[in-house]
């Protein structure tokens, strides 16, 4: 009887130590994954909103940023949703992006994606990204961008700008399209060039380089580098002024060479000058209608 009562005194004890045992190895496992489970887990970055204004040292609103960043603290603030405004003489050039970072430091802005900016008098440049520097009041980038003021649209590769888009520079690669309102018969005039191509929407001016080639249903012009002037009241193209290699085709091929042209069109009239030399082409082949001085 005793020994029977060690026995199962022994076999309880023994099943006390192994229980013992097992809840120990339990409650290790359970630490060890909670600790796993902080490693794995990253907190999530918190999202401010980020609001900032510069004055210049005599007082005049600089630049205004605004935007989501989810440090707001770092020199060079990271931004979502961006909205700037660029002063120059107190109006803004306002300008948005999906995304853009800002250097406090140096006061330069970096946008990117859909950027879209607008001045109050209607100018509206659309681009993928773009620099702003507001203390030089500039803006520029290295893509295809196109401006829209009135009825004239110009693209091309690379841009350069005041922040008012009162005088922009394209660098290559540029088409501008004159809509002609009051004269649905010729239709658009388009303005092509390798580049550069200056626009001064103040003086109503555009510079032309570099074959440049314009071209509505009247005929085309060609040369080296072309004024051409642009009436804002009428909003169509007043005057052109070509130089170098300038040659004038009309629909039906006919062809004049020359130095220079003026072209006035609310006249109609062309004036031609150095050199120059006509071809016309009838119906039995072409025939050199000689030289002369103009």
């Known amino acids: ?30 630490r060890a994954k909670r600790v796993a489970d902080k490693t794995e887990v990253k907190p999530a970055h918190k999202v401010y909103a980020f609001s900032f204004t510069k004055y210049t040292p005599e007082g005049q609103k600089e630049i205004e940023i605004e935007g989501d960043s989810a440090d707001i603290l770092t020199n060079t603030v990271q931004l979502m949703n961006v909205m700037a405004k660029a002063y120059a003489e107190e109006v803004p050039v306002t300008v948005t992006a999906d995304k853009g ?26 681009t993928e990204q773009m620099d702003m520097r507001p203390t030089e009041h500039i803006i520029e980038n ?19 700008a005041d922040t008012q888009l009162k005088k922009v520079k394209f660098k290559k ?14 239709g658009p005039t388009t303005i092509t060039c390798d580049g550069p191509l200056v626009i001064d929407y103040d003086k109503n001016i555009a510079h032309f380089k570099d074959n440049v080639v314009a071209q509505d249903s009247r005929g085309k012009l060609m040369a080296d580098t072309m004024d051409v002037y642009y009436n804002r009241v009428s909003r169509k193209v007043s005057k052109i002024v070509a130089a170098g290699n300038v040659v004038i085709e ?10 220079s042209v003026i072209y006035l069109a609310d006249e109609g009239r062309i004036i031609l000058g150095g050199d120059t030399e006509a071809l016309y082409f009838g119906g039995e082949g072409s025939k050199d209608l000689g030289k002369g001085v103009l």
């Not at 009309?250 to 130095?259: A, C, E, L, R, W």
């Open 142 to 160: 290295d893509v295809q961008t196109q401006v829209k003021k009135d009825n004239i649209n110009v693209e091309g590769m690379g841009a350069r």
């Open 101 to 126: 970072e800002y250097d406090k430091k140096q006061n330069k802005i970096h946008i990117e994606q859909n950027v879209v900016a607008t001045t109050e008098d209607g100018t509206r440049l659309v």
């Open 173 to 186: 690669n540029v088409t501008v399209i004159v809509q002609n309102p009051e004269d649905q018969k010729t």
């Open 1 to 30: 009887m005793i020994r029977r009562t060690l026995i199962t005194f022994a076999a309880l004890v023994v099943f006390y130590v192994l229980f013992v045992q097992i809840q120990v190895v339990i409650t290790r496992q359970s």
């Open 250 to 259: 009309n629909p039906d091929g006919n062809k004049t060479y020359s130095d």
